[in-house]
């Protein structure tokens, strides 16, 4: 029905010559429902993930922020096949991630950095056993936040050696580790862990990006 409405509509136009003539008014509807299905059904899906590939879920919660979405909520469910994720997408304001990571973490960053964070602390979040969003009995969001603070991301942090941080804020840091983790992770096709990250970015990004920034000699 929707195709119908939509290439009608296009005829319509065709008719009154107000459409370009490059745009097939049958086609257009037939694509325009082919990637609204899509769409639905990169919203809606429930995915499922073998052991260790943790990237997988990263990558589709990149691929729902890529198509204007964030990740509202994750659960998982353990099954003798593997761990199945189910991700509630939302669509969120302009200032959103800075302002939610803000409020639950007390980090001030750039809104995509923002965003970086907030999906990390969810994945992990979802790692919790008293993460039961919508039980009164689980662990409140702030307190499972805080605690991420004071397990994961301060150590992570710490990790870097000060001379090597330069101008960068912690924010910022943890930030470049995780995009760090996930180059590797896609080149490794399993998720390579944030330790593993943070030894690699020390002793092969950093030096050189330090280079990068050293004065030239006249």
């Given at each position: 029905?929707?195709?119908?409405?939509?290439?009608?509509?296009?005829?319509?136009?065709?008719?009154?010559?107000?459409?370009?003539?490059?745009?097939?008014?049958?086609?257009?509807?037939?694509?325009?429902?082919?990637?609204?299905?899509?769409?639905?059904?990169?919203?809606?899906?429930?995915?499922?993930?073998?052991?260790?590939?943790?990237?997988?879920?990263?990558?589709?919660?990149?691929?729902?922020?890529?198509?204007?979405?964030?990740?509202?909520?994750?659960?998982?469910?353990?099954?003798?096949?593997?761990?199945?994720?189910?991700?509630?997408?939302?669509?969120?304001?302009?200032?959103?991630?800075?302002?939610?990571?803000?409020?639950?973490?007390?980090?001030?960053?750039?809104?995509?950095?923002?965003?970086?964070?907030?999906?990390?602390?969810?994945?992990?979040?979802?790692?919790?056993?008293?993460?039961?969003?919508?039980?009164?009995?689980?662990?409140?969001?702030?307190?499972?936040?805080?605690?991420?603070?004071?397990?994961?991301?301060?150590?992570?942090?710490?990790?870097?050696?000060?001379?090597l941080r330069g101008a960068m804020?912690?924010?910022?840091?943890?930030?470049?580790?995780?995009?760090?983790?996930?180059?590797?992770?896609?080149?490794?096709?399993?998720?390579?862990?944030?330790?593993?990250?943070?030894?690699?970015?020390?002793?092969?990004?950093?030096?050189?990006?330090?280079?990068?920034?050293?004065?030239?000699?006249?």
């Amino acid at each position: 029905l929707a195709r119908v409405n939509i290439s009608g509509e296009l005829l319509d136009l065709e008719a009154s010559g107000a459409l370009h003539p490059s745009v097939d008014p049958v086609d257009f509807g037939t694509e325009i429902c082919a990637r609204y299905r899509s769409l639905w059904e990169e919203l809606t899906r429930t995915s499922v993930y073998p052991a260790g590939k943790y990237h997988y879920i990263e990558r589709r919660i990149r691929r729902l922020n890529d198509l204007g979405f964030d990740v509202a909520e994750m659960q998982i469910e353990h099954a003798s096949n593997g761990d199945t994720v189910t991700f509630v997408p939302k669509v969120v304001d302009a200032g959103h991630h800075q302002r939610q990571l803000l409020r639950l973490t007390g980090l001030d960053a750039e809104e995509n950095q923002a965003r970086r964070l907030l999906n990390d602390l969810e994945s992990w979040m979802a790692t919790q056993d008293d993460y039961a969003p919508g039980d009164p009995l689980g662990a409140r969001p702030e307190v499972l936040a805080h605690r991420w603070v004071r397990e994961v991301f301060r150590p992570t942090v710490r990790a870097v050696p000060v001379e090597l941080r330069g101008a960068m804020d912690p924010a910022e840091i943890y930030h470049e580790l995780l995009e760090h983790r996930w180059y590797l992770s896609e080149r490794a096709q399993h998720d390579i862990g944030l330790d593993t990250a943070v030894e690699d970015y020390i002793v092969n990004i950093l030096p050189r990006a330090r280079e990068t920034l050293q004065p030239t000699a006249d």
